[in-house]
């Protein structure tokens, strides 16, 4: 049952039409976000659809982490207004976000399982304190999970005796342990070898194409991003530069949208006398 | 004109930060009440085995260092006490300012400084390790409420515990000045525990309990805030440590005073 394949395996992937004609599941409007006095998302805007693999992709600093954080409902929507599943995020009571928290699944960047618990009890959280099943059921369900994310045998092990590709593995099989209709991984590749990073990817596209679930993905990785997007949004400084197919990004005029997808570093003008005017602190 | 202005700003500032991180207190507190009486109605209970892991953590596996510190407690108190009380020749009178003085005052206050130390600092660590490993946020997109997970449990556990070690070091303390006592006096030790229990109101044992439970709750409040409030990674887990077991004995001792006038005036 392991949707482990082999490295030529090619996916699945919906048209453009195919999605147009899709359920939005989340959507987001005129987002503004400040840390203190310094603005970090600018008036972003984006919707993703069901069964969709969206990424969000830019360099250090774009704002990628903190529209991530904003969407999976650790920050406000001040100003502006997010949608999950039909939800409005801002104007959901506690109890009710508690509630559509059960239909997302969410593996952070550096895999945030308990250290206090060993992997297939970390998978179970979700089941034992939200699904109210039997000791036998949970079991079950953990075991199929790791075994989809190719972990199983490891349930035993702390999250200390993890490698980096495997705590990963095993936050996206706790992720989807709920079967959620919406899941979010922050830098999945990040860390990892192209072998490992390039199996993690299959991964994502192989539970898409099994479950049909809506996938976001937050990565500054292109080679990753083309290759499981069906959508790419680009974030630059807080900015959303371009929100299209790989190919339409891959085409995309903007200089900043060509740097990034060929990790160029911008090229900025420097007066001498200002710079040295600056290091000066004048 | 500056610089006492800007004294003034860092007075106001810390006035406001202490405000802010005590309302953060009390509405944990106030959230973790809730979610013990409301928590089974939404399908998300307090569960019991965290309560009793948290229990077994900051109550029993505390009890050998209190049980030591007890004993010694009991034993200073007893030579403290026969050397005073002999200068008016009435060391006899020695059990009653031990009983007293143990059930009132010691075994609630020294109990209460040791799982400050012990497991205020856990709790701080814990919880700061948490936040920065995003295990809290983990828990939060998961539908778990962090403070029905792992705030309420650990307040219970030292609610409850904090007494329960208050009442065994009660015991224990009295049994170590007593043997120490009664050696001294040539007195029997049956005797020196009758005039004990002659000595001792059920109102002295109950002073001390209620005093130790509110110094857990105390213990519990002070570790969460700071833990929760982490910043600045493997430094900041270090600082907030610090910081909730100074802060943590600083309340429970101005608390103990503030009781101690109150209950007897």
Redesign the interface.
């Given at each position: 049952m392991a949707l482990a394949a082999p490295a030529s395996e090619t996916f699945w992937k919906p048209t453009a039409e195919e999605l147009q004609g899709r359920p939005v599941v989340i959507e987001v409007d005129h987002l503004d976000w400040f840390f203190g006095p310094r603005q970090v998302l600018f008036d972003v805007s984006m919707q993703v659809r069901e069964g969709e693999i969206m990424v969000i992709m830019g360099g250090s600093g774009s704002g990628k982490t903190t529209l991530l954080r904003h969407l999976?409902?650790?920050m406000p929507p001040i100003p502006g207004k997010i949608r999950l599943l039909g939800q409005d995020l801002g104007r959901l009571k506690a109890?009710e976000k508690?509630?559509?928290?059960?239909k997302?699944g969410?593996a952070?960047?550096?895999g945030?399982?308990?250290?206090s618990m060993n992997v297939a009890e970390n998978v179970k959280?979700?089941l034992r304190?939200?699904a109210?099943l039997d000791e036998k059921t949970m079991e079950i369900m953990a075991r199929l999970k790791l075994e989809v994310v190719n972990m199983s045998g490891f349930g035993h092990l702390m999250p200390a005796e993890l490698s980096g590709g495997m705590v990963k593995r095993a936050s996206i099989a706790r992720a989807i342990v709920?079967d959620p209709k919406l899941v979010?991984l922050d830098e999945p590749s990040s860390g990892l070898d192209p072998v490992v990073s390039s199996a993690l990817d299959d991964l994502i596209l192989r539970l898409r194409e099994a479950t049909g679930i809506s996938v976001v993905v937050v990565t500054h990785d292109v080679e990753s991003a083309f290759k499981i997007g069906d959508r790419i949004t680009v974030l630059d400084k807080g900015h959303i530069l371009a929100c299209e197919s790989p190919e339409a990004i891959r085409a995309n005029p903007n200089e900043r949208v060509q740097n990034l997808i060929h990790r160029r570093s911008e090229q900025v003008e420097v007066d001498p006398e200002e710079y040295l005017r600056r290091l000066a602190g004048d | 004109m500056a610089a006492v202005l800007k004294v003034f700003e860092a007075i106001g500032r810390r006035t406001a930060k202490g405000f802010d991180e005590w309302g953060f207190a009390a509405s944990l507190l106030a959230e973790s009440i809730l979610w013990v009486f409301v928590g089974r109605f939404y399908r998300q209970p307090v569960r019991f085995s965290h309560t009793f892991t948290e229990m077994m953590r900051f109550g029993i596996a505390a009890l050998p260092i209190a049980t030591l510190m007890a004993a010694t407690i009991g034993l200073m108190l007893a030579i403290q006490s026969l050397y005073s009380l002999g200068l008016f020749g009435a060391q006899n009178f020695a059990y009653w300012g031990i009983a007293l003085s143990v059930t009132r005052e010691f075994s609630p206050l020294i109990m209460g400084i040791l799982i400050a130390g012990r497991s205020g600092s856990a709790i701080a660590a814990r919880l700061a390790t948490m936040t920065i490993n995003q295990e809290v946020d983990a828990l939060q997109v998961m539908g778990i409420n962090p403070v029905r997970f792992l705030v309420a449990p650990m307040l219970i556990a030292l609610v409850v515990m904090l007494p329960c070690i208050a009442m065994w070091a009660n015991v224990v303390s009295i049994v170590a000045a007593g043997l120490y006592v009664s050696a001294e006096l040539d007195k029997t030790f049956a005797s020196y525990v009758y005039d004990t229990l002659n000595v001792l109101r059920p109102d002295d044992v109950w002073h001390g309990i209620i005093k130790s439970s509110f110094f857990g709750l105390l213990i519990g409040l002070v570790g969460v805030m700071n833990g929760a409030g982490v910043s600045g990674g493997a430094e900041g887990v270090g600082r907030v440590t610090t910081r909730a077991v100074v802060q943590a004995i600083t309340a429970i001792v101005i608390s103990d005073m503030i009781i101690g006038y109150l209950s007897t005036h």
């Open positions: 999976v409902g650790l109890l508690l509630e559509l928290r059960r997302i969410v952070f960047q550096f945030a399982l308990f250290s959280l979700p304190e939200l109210h709920m979010f | -």
